[in-house]
């Protein structure tokens, strides 16, 4: 079977995990984590980084952070991953939704304003796939509404908007560092934000909201979010090389859409947009429906030649638990339905080889001919 996902661990990741091996600095304290830490926020243009347990763990601390609440409104996409919408719903605030650019696969920035309501607290942004959110236009609207923008940036490691590095126009950014990343801790992710408050905020959420005077009085409820020296240690080695993966994902993206181009009803991914270049986080296909076939379909004949591949997500308003809740009754989003219908993507990972490549578009050719 060609894995859809296998990283690429063959740099100082052994040495780096040996030194906390044979230190004995294991948990969250050590220089790793500090050192990741600073040199991930320094990577994106931001003075502090707070290394968590995953990219799901990020996303809750810095809502909790913002202060989003019970009546509180947050729009977002509804084409994007649970994660995005777990923390908003707890809190008692309301997700409220839009719907993606048929394209770039992002959410419809078109679609927001008219999304604005007197309880309307934050924008939350999800970059998908490869190519970011076109952020210009989101940050207009932020600023004329005095609304948050919140920025999942889970996807995005290396990747720019405008020349800019993804994960420095907000207040707040959050990044995910699961094997399946651009660079990976096993599990992990990393909150980013230069706001000397939120920052204080996020430290003390990761950590159970321990207080340094009366450490077993608390006065909120945190969380244990802590990321340990360890997982530091791969994402240090890891990051040395983001140039290198970054480039290497780019030249897997090229590949691929040399040898896919021109199969007919199948929409791959944009290759650039005028704010960036594609960084092809995966690589994802779109069947057209005119070709009569599912990305289910699709996906089983290629697991049936060796081949693995992933559906997209299934967007937030047809989620059972959240319509359980009584949530996005009747409720609509076209772009985001068809994509979960017609797209997957095929093996995507940092270790894929050329040969690999080659046969995973012959079989992809001839599951769809
Ligand atoms: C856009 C987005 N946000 C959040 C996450 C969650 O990250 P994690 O799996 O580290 O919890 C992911 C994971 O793939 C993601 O793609």
């Known amino acids: 079977m060609i894995p859809v996902n296998q990283p690429l661990l063959n740099g100082n990741e052994k040495k780096y995990l040996n030194e906390c091996i044979d230190t004995g600095w294991i948990s969250s304290e050590g220089s790793f984590r500090e050192g990741f830490e600073e040199g991930f926020a320094a990577r994106v243009g931001r003075k502090h980084g707070i290394a968590v347990t995953n990219g799901t763990a990020a996303l809750d601390a810095a809502i909790e952070a913002l202060g989003i609440g019970p009546g509180d409104e947050v ?196 290759p650039c947009t005028d704010y960036a270049d594609n960084i092809y986080w995966v690589y994802g296909l779109v069947l057209d429906e005119s070709i009569g076939v599912t990305a289910e379909e699709a996906m089983k004949r290629l697991a049936a030649k060796g081949v693995g591949s992933r559906p997209f997500f299934y967007p937030m308003h047809q989620q059972p638990v959240l319509k359980r809740m009584g949530l996005f009754k009747d409720e609509s989003y076209p772009v985001a339905e068809r994509m979960y219908r017609q797209g997957f993507y095929i093996p995507s990972g940092m270790a894929l080889t050329e040969a690999q490549m080659e046969t995973v578009a012959a079989e992809v050719r001839e599951v769809l001919r």
């Open 75 to 270: 729009i977002m996409p509804t084409f994007t991953i649970i994660s995005c919408i777990g923390q908003i719903v707890r809190a008692g605030a309301k997700p409220v939704l839009v719907d993606s650019d048929p394209i770039t696969l992002n959410m419809d920035a078109g679609q927001i304003e008219a999304r604005i309501s007197q309880r309307t607290k934050a924008i939350m942004v999800v970059h998908i796939f490869g190519l970011p959110v076109d952020m210009d236009p989101v940050l207009d609207i932020a600023r004329r509404h005095g609304l948050k923008v919140l920025e999942d940036a889970a996807e995005m490691h290396g990747q720019t908007y405008k020349g800019k590095p993804c994960g420095c126009f907000v207040v707040i950014s959050t990044f995910s560092f699961y094997p399946n990343k651009h660079i990976t801790t096993g599990e992990g992710g990393m909150i980013v934000t230069s706001d000397d408050q939120l920052v204080a905020g996020c430290r003390s959420l990761r950590n159970l909201c321990f207080q340094p005077e009366r450490r077993f009085v608390h006065e909120r409820l945190g969380w244990n979010l802590r990321m340990t020296n360890m997982q530091a240690a791969l994402g240090l080695a890891q990051l040395e090389r983001l140039d290198e993966f970054v480039a290497r994902k780019r030249r897997m993206g090229a590949r691929y859409t040399d040898l896919l181009s021109g199969l007919p009803g199948v929409q791959l991914p944009l």
